[in-house]
């Protein structure tokens, strides 16, 4: 069985199972996840703390009688459980270590604690039983019941089905399962039971409890739950009262799942909605569901998603936006809808063992989702867009407040460090897979993976390098044995070697699938083409019509103005019309980073009026008196996920020209 954050039942129909063991020993992610569990995971506990974001009995279990902090908010009771199923992943894979003994210490506090206020109250303080009923309804969700009743029932239950897997104790388990029969308690009741929308989280929490006790109830609850949502909706009625109501149009379903064409509203909210969806249809069999969740991905996948994998187009309402609406300087691409996505994907890859699926985790991960994070560890950003201009220090237009997306230390109400923390804490078992057949390899990242009946491990320095050795340790005897290895849509042209030899199968469907009889420490090396490219975005996108951004294997570059030549500003930089494009290692940039060198052109600049318009002439360069000569410069592009390490300053992904 994986001990990772998804662990199929027996029942479980999909085409692939999760890595029964998975470690990552090297390279970009072994470097990554070391500051990790080095800095942010001690580091979260203290940042909630001073943030005020810990409940107070949680604050008075951890830190001491006496303590008396306490939050507000629908966020109270959630984040110390986020950081906890955080800590808890880290702790599987560590075992040990005097940082980690103390927090265990501090789990047991928590649980103690916890139990005591439980029994009285659950999670959010407000749920009680007694009454069939939720008692403290929120006017802003009109006829529905508010998703704040539930919201510290998900990490609650995450964080329970984490401990027990890190520690093999159950004491949280229990204290969650109480919780969860209390929920189905409440609802039991049916009859005059008001409209339910719920945290879009549930459905993953409660298949998930499901899956570590074996107690079916769980299940069913997540099937009654999503029932319940898909035939409530939203009352049209209410909308047509209140437009303005908070989050309204953003976070409510006006089309059930299984009718709906296309992603919309609150992307995170949404796509963990989605998250749920999948764990359901994975339990349960549901083709109705499948087939909505391989619409509606393929619809965000095609229409909605940036070039970095991430999602969001408006800051107004975080949400999605119409088909090709893809701005990327009011990108909100939060770094927890990037989190959101890769986790919906992977399920999507389990249920189905389709390629595309990992392709999209892979750009997501190494752009969207690691831009999040500053690489020491210590900042973090919400907003994640793909140009930010910088000089009048104002934010991108629509970023709320006014504020420029920047990445800063945790703060109240920040949802999204505990989440990139958890899943950097659980990357392991993201890399590979399972099946009756062998092993799939769907990321690389050297380390050890078992599944499928085998165990490989895995080299490469991929992604600054396009060779990737695997080692077959474990395989069957005495009977054929596939490893299948992802070979991404970017790559044109690929080699792959058994023993030294080159062999001529080509890739299917993604996957270049090996079978054979193998003997323990066979060798096989693939190698990815990394060569630079210019890439263009899709007619329809108009933000970006006329621009290019640059890519080398699974990373993103971008222009951060610190790389250019002084006195020039990234808005009047094109890119030079066939340049090749060359690739650089430097070891002692941004913690060693591959940059990429090309010619570009500044751009003349008319002197400034008060009216930046012209005429056309009829020649497309406009007034006659307006220079038009270009000036050679020479353009440095990093790694998108690296911008902003060095300073705030301007950046941008898509280069006109």
């Given at each position: ?646 300073g705030d300053g301007p950046m941008r992904v898509w280069i006109p020209g």
């Amino acid at each position: 069985m994986s001990a990772g954050p998804i662990r199929l039942s027996p029942e479980a129909r999909t085409a692939l199972c999760p890595a029964t063991a998975a470690r990552i020993t090297g390279g970009f992610w072994a470097t990554r996840r070391r500051i990790n569990a080095e800095v942010s995971v001690p580091q979260g506990w203290d940042r909630l703390a001073e943030a005020t974001v810990v409940s107070r009995p949680r604050a008075a279990a951890c830190e001491g009688p006496g303590d008396g902090r306490a939050a507000d908010g629908p966020l109270r009771g959630a984040e110390d459980h986020l950081w906890l199923e955080a800590a808890c992943w880290q702790l599987a894979e560590d075992g040990g270590g005097t940082a980690l003994e103390e927090l265990a210490g501090r789990v047991e506090r928590l649980v103690a604690a916890a139990r005591t206020e439980e029994d009285r109250r659950g999670p959010s303080g407000r749920i009680r039983t007694e009454d069939r009923r939720w008692p403290t309804p929120v006017p802003e969700c009109g006829p529905l019941l508010p998703e704040t009743e539930l919201y510290g029932a998900v990490p609650l239950l995450r964080a329970a089905v984490a401990h027990r897997r890190a520690t093999g104790e159950s004491t949280l388990l229990d204290v969650a399962q109480r919780y969860a029969d209390r929920i189905g308690a409440v609802f039991d009741a049916g009859g005059d039971m008001e409209p339910v929308c719920g945290p879009p989280g549930i459905g993953t929490a409660l298949v998930e409890l499901y899956r570590e006790t074996g107690e079916r109830r769980h299940l069913e609850l997540a099937e009654y739950l999503l029932d319940r949502r898909e035939k409530d909706g939203l009352d049209a009625r209410w909308l047509e009262d209140r437009p303005g109501a908070a989050g309204a149009s953003s976070r409510r379903d006006r089309v059930p799942v299984r009718e709906a064409s296309e992603v919309t509203g609150h992307a995170v909210d949404r796509l963990r909605l989605l998250t749920g969806v999948a764990d359901l249809a994975a339990e349960t069999g549901d083709l109705g569901l499948r087939e909505a969740l391989v619409r509606l991905w393929e619809d965000m996948a095609a229409t909605k998603t940036h070039v970095t994998g991430g999602v969001a187009a408006r800051h107004g309402g975080e949400s999605f936006g119409e088909a090709y609406e893809l701005p990327p300087d009011r990108a909100h691409a939060e770094t927890c809808a990037a989190v959101a996505s890769i986790g919906f994907s992977w399920r999507m890859a389990l249920l189905t063992g389709d390629a595309r699926y990992s392709d999209l985790i892979e750009r997501t991960l190494f752009n969207a989702f690691a831009a999040g994070g500053s690489l020491d560890g210590e900042r973090w950003s919400a907003e994640n867009p793909l140009q930010a201009r910088g000089h009048s220090g104002g934010g991108p237009d629509g970023a709320p407040d006014g504020r420029e997306p920047r990445r800063a230390p945790w703060a109240r109400g920040a949802c999204c460090p505990p989440r990139a923390v958890r899943l950097l804490a659980s990357l392991p078992y993201y890399m590979a897979s399972g099946d009756a057949e062998g092993l799939q390899l769907h990321q690389y990242a050297s380390g050890s993976y078992t599944a499928g009946g085998g165990a490989v491990r895995v080299g490469t320095a991929y992604p600054w390098e396009g060779r990737i050795a695997v080692v077959v340790d474990k395989a069957p005897e005495d009977a054929d044995w596939t490893l299948s290895l992802r070979i991404p849509h970017w790559a044109r042209e690929y080699e792959v070697t058994v023993g030294g030899e080159p062999l001529a199968v080509r890739a299917r469907d993604g996957w270049l699938r090996l079978r054979r009889r193998w003997r323990p420490g066979e060798v096989v090396v693939l190698s990815l083409p990394l060569s630079p490219r210019r890439t263009r975005a899709a007619a329809r996108i108009d933000a970006v019509r006329g621009c290019a951004a640059i890519e080398r294997g699974p990373l993103v570059y971008c222009l951060e103005e610190a790389d250019q030549p002084d006195g020039v500003r990234l808005d009047d930089l094109a890119l030079h019309p066939g340049a090749p494009l060359s690739a650089e290692h430097r070891p002692g940039l941004l913690g060693g980073v591959t940059v990429i060198a090309t010619r570009g052109v500044r751009r003349a600049v008319p002197p400034r009026t008060w009216w930046p318009y012209t005429a056309d002439c009829g020649d497309g360069k406009g007034a006659p008196e307006v220079p038009t000569d270009p000036v050679p410069v020479h353009l440095t592009a990093i790694p998108y996920y690296a911008w902003a390490n060095r300073g705030d300053g301007p950046m941008r992904v898509w280069i006109p020209g």
